[in-house]
């Protein structure tokens, strides 16, 4: 680097860091040229705004380009979200595009080997599997799909196909808080945002470590404690983690005792008669579980009746469920009965991977609600999600087996006939069974197809389920020698995932293509491609259109509208169609644009309105619902249901849950029962193994282990002992074991007393690393509504390398 | 050869922690800039990926600091490629 570029470099990050020290203070959302004015342009590199490409907080970064490359990465202090602050996976987030083996040609496996081919050829096969068997092909997205990547994959199956064989690796994150908001307000997604940890006097985590995985988040709360601020943190938990380093109280909880402290602390509220009876009587309702067949939408309960099923869970009975002592409970309980302050709940995947996972959600709902410590800033009870576009594509576009987009369902008729209207369908077309959930679709996939296994193609995009699906022998290593199975993955860099694949298509990722997102406080955002894929990477939205457009040349009539026309033609101002399929054409329009745009009209329906595309190009993001005022702006709502902020609450009401299951406005206080988890430690298995992320890297590591800063940070997976159960059986730090369990097992070195300290009993490891997939062993039983899987508890045992029998 | 400007927060006033000033000081690669309440801004101009992360390591380690954020980072042309290949790929 010559001297002159080297100064010009150090005078952008001094202009950058000195900006953010002088900004100390809260920064509105402001419209996009105004926050690159203090990072120079100059040598050739220019400045765009994107939103990070990881975790569901939704930071924004400034992104410096210079000929066709990424340069230079800054935290954009216009951004509400982050004001500047990145975390280090975000500060490398430039970094990922470069790793040394990218993909960049599709690879086809003839006769067992990995045979470079032409885009043409890739796309006529999947074309021609599709062609000869629609409805035993299946789409695995994810929670990283854009939302125009997820709404043409969904328009594609539900629509061109009428097969709903599609859903997410969000299904495996995020599933139970859909399902635990459903089942309380009616409507999915958190009614509070960002603010409220800014505003809160109490901050209690759930069974969720922000200080590793929504890093930006928990410094916004002990930034306020730099300031002077008092705020109050309560950590429940399984382990000790950096949250726990900040925290005033720590609660060490047994798995599934989550279940039993919120069912405690509603207890005591209801004994102390210190619940907010008037919030209750005028916004709430009691639910129960069905005796026989129970479901989503419960039945009934009076107060009474909740009063009488909740009473034995007593303190000292909680006590004995979640090993929390009693005191500790009254003290929570005593909290949530002081209605002086303010007190948000966060949570993330420790409470929706979870056999209970919807049973636990409703409950925190169920006490905060109780409490009323609902919809005033500070007072939420909020899920976060783990990737960046959980809530835009998966939750919003609707990309599970069951769902339309905007909130509607495949078993609704009329929901059907609504979605055949906007995509101009002949009237049935969409198929009114709900497809398989992903661990059914794997098991499908994997199941030999003469003894069932009626999935025999599956194109997974932006996702790695060879890493990250539990029972890993069973859900996916199983594929391994199926020879009608066909297995396509779109992905950036080779993964555990491709090495089972039929057909590697390379894909661009992040700035390389135009994007839009949706992050865990309702908030989409913009942006747009600044640089070229690497040599024949392509869009997966594209792949799509491609795909659907060679089906449509091939006489598929689903490919086709009520009029004949392509699903996905966009036509230019002379009413000439722009040959989109052919990835020459494919920005010759803004593709994002057309699809948003389509996509939006669904958006009004559970009053999830979204702006125009061209309010986002504009903002760091929007709050939906947005909605447009007298003067021809666009309004976003930071707190919804409340009379104060929320535009579609009835004139006068302070509260109005308008989405009510129960059709009167009214949020649903669920009780349910605790029942114990699905796996216990026993003689042969003795241990609790829990699993999950690190700071350095992000879920799969497929993007963050090919940053030498973070590979170097934390470059392998461990495992997590207490050190008296380390000594009791003679493993010494660094030791390498064989953790075991009644699936499959893995081989990791031991970290005692490391970054999380594990109660006796319990083990902790990190499924970020593909040369140690704990994956084999994690259990795949699921709460029965989410269908989402149990990560966090399951039976193992650790053996010395040296003992472990071969 | 990365170059970094980051924000180093401190438990309190940055003029009350002169000793972790002083460390900062000492290192050749870190150029002092603004501060303002518990926030100063540095840049840091290092040789190569290692000894950046060491004096990353460093300045989180001085009495005082409790938070170390970054502002903005700047890469090489040849850079951020990890050292180790995909494990698929070496199969
Ligand atoms: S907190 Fe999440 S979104 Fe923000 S910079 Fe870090 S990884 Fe990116």
């Known amino acids: 680097m010559d001297a002159k570029r080297r100064s010009f470099l150090k005078s952008a990050a001094m202009a950058a860091a000195g900006s953010m020290v002088a900004g100390n203070t ?6 996009a040229d105004q926050a690159v004015d203090d990072l120079p342009t100059g040598e050739g590199m220019t400045w765009n705004k994107a939103p990070c490409r990881f975790c569901g907080t939704g930071c924004h970064v400034q992104v410096g380009v210079e000929d066709g490359r990424v340069v230079a990465i800054a935290g954009d202090k216009a951004a509400d979200v982050n004001k500047g602050l990145l975390c280090v996976k975000g500060y490398h987030v430039g970094g990922i595009l470069y790793g040394k083996d990218r993909l960049t040609n599709p690879l086809l496996r003839k006769d067992g080997k990995l045979t470079e081919i032409e885009w043409d050829e890739a796309i006529e096969t999947i074309a021609k599997r599709i062609f000869d068997s629609p409805q035993t092909f299946a789409f695995y997205g994810s929670g990283q799909w854009t939302i125009p990547e997820g709404y043409a994959a969904q328009k594609f199956m539900k629509g061109g196909l009428g097969n709903n064989h599609i859903d997410p690796n969000a299904r495996l994150c995020m599933a139970s808080a859909v399902t635990g908001f459903l089942a309380t307000y009616g409507v999915d997604e958190p009614a509070g945002c960002y603010q409220d940890l800014d505003e809160c006097d109490v901050l209690i985590t759930w069974g969720n470590n922000p200080a590793e995985m929504h890093p930006v988040l928990f410094s916004r709360v002990t930034d306020r404690r730099s300031r002077g601020e008092t705020v109050r943190i309560i950590d429940i938990g399984t382990r000790k983690t950096r949250t726990t380093d900040a925290a005033n109280d720590y609660l060490e909880m047994k798995p599934h005792g989550d279940v039993a402290i919120s069912l405690g602390i509603m207890h005591l509220l209801i004994e102390n008669n210190n619940y907010d009876k008037s919030f209750v009587e005028k916004h709430c309702n009691f639910r129960g579980a069905e005796e026989l067949t129970p479901t989503l939408q419960g039945e009934q309960i009076s107060e009474a009746e909740f009063r009488k099923r909740i009473a034995k869970y007593t303190p000292e009975r909680v006590e004995e469920l979640s090993g929390v002592p009693a005191d500790q409970i009254r003290m929570l309980a005593d909290l949530f009965g002081n209605h002086d302050i303010r007190i948000t709940s966060l949570w993330c995947m420790g409470m929706n991977q979870h056999t209970m996972g919807t049973a636990i959600n409703s ?3 169920g006490v905060h609600l109780l409490s ?7 007072d939420a009870p909020t899920s976060l999600t783990g990737q960046p576009s959980a809530c835009g594509t998966v939750r919003e576009v609707g990309t599970l087996a069951h769902a339309l987009p905007g909130g509607r369902v495949v078993a609704n008729p009329e929901h059907r006939e609504q979605c055949e209207g906007f995509w101009n369908l002949s009237p049935g077309s969409i198929n009114a069974t709900p497809g398989y959930h992903t661990v059914k679709m794997f098991e499908q996939f994997t199941k030999p197809t003469s003894q069932g296994g009626d999935i025999t193609t599956m194109f997974v995009q932006v996702t790695n389920p060879g890493q990250t699906l539990p029972n890993l022998n069973a859900l996916f290593n199983d594929k391994q020698g199926l020879e009608d199975k066909f297995l396509i993955v779109s992905d950036v860099y080779p993964t555990a995932t491709t090495v089972l694949a039929d057909l590697i298509l390379p894909a661009a990722m992040w700035v390389e293509k135009n994007g839009v997102y949706g992050n865990s406080e309702r908030r989409t955002q913009q942006w747009f491609k600044m640089v070229d894929p690497p040599g024949e990477a392509r869009d997966d939205c594209w792949m799509t259109i491609a795909i659907a457009h060679k089906l449509f040349e091939m006489g598929y009539e689903g490919m086709k509208d009520k009029d004949g026309e392509f699903i996905f033609a966009v036509k230019n101002e002379a009413g000439e169609e ?14 994002d644009k057309h699809l948003f745009e389509e996509y939006r009209q669904f958006t009004t329906m559970k ?13 760091r993001g ?5 909605v447009e005022q007298d003067d021809g702006s666009w309004r976003e709502t930071k707190f919804r249901f409340s009379g104060f902020d929320d535009p579609f609450v009835t004139a006068g009401q302070e509260f109005d849950f308008y989405h009510s299951s129960t059709n009167d406005g009214r949020a649903q206080i669920w009780f349910h029962e605790y029942a114990p988890p699905p796996e216990m430690p026993d003689e042969e298995f003795p241990m609790w193994l829990c699993t999950g992320r690190v700071l350095e890297h992000w879920h799969s590591g497929t993007m963050t282990r090919r940053v030498s800063q973070l590979s170097r940070a934390m470059p392998t997976a461990y495992l997590e002992m207490n050190p008296e159960d380390a000594k009791a059986a003679n493993i010494r730090q660094g030791e390498r074991v064989i953790v075991e369990s009644r699936r499959g097992k893995c081989e990791l070195p031991v970290w005692i007393d490391g970054r999380g300290r594990p109660p006796r009993g319990t083990i902790f490891v990190p499924f970020f690393d593909e040369t140690k997939l704990i994956n084999n062993c994690t259990l795949d039983a699921h709460d029965p509504f989410s269908k989402q899987p149990d990560y966090k508890k399951c039976a193992a045992r650790v053996k010395k390398l040296a003992e472990a029998p071969s | 050869m990365p170059i970094s400007g980051l924000v180093i927060t401190f438990a309190s006033q940055v003029e009350e922690h002169s000793a972790a000033i002083e460390s900062l000081h000492e290192v050749p690669e870190i150029e002092i800039g603004n501060a303002s309440g518990s926030k100063l801004a540095i840049v840091v101009d290092s040789a190569d990926k290692r000894r950046d992360q060491q004096i990353w390591n460093m300045v989180r380690e001085l009495p005082g600091v409790i938070d170390l954020a970054v502002a903005m980072v700047a890469f090489d042309e040849d850079n951020e490629t990890a050292e180790r290949e995909s494990i698929r790929n070496l199969e």
Do not use: C, M, Q
């Open chain 1, 372 to 378: 009323g410590h609902f919809g005033r800033p500070g």
């Open chain 1, 26 to 31: 809260s920064l509105p959302v402001v419209h």
């Open chain 1, 578 to 591: 722009i040959p989109i399929w052919e990835f020459d054409h494919y920005y010759d329009t803004n593709v």
């Open chain 1, 607 to 619: 009053h999830k309105n979204l702006a125009p595309y061209d309010e986002y190009v504009k903002a």
């Open chain 1, 363 to 365: 409950l925190v709902h």
């Open chain 1, 622 to 626: 929007l709050r939906w619902p947005v």
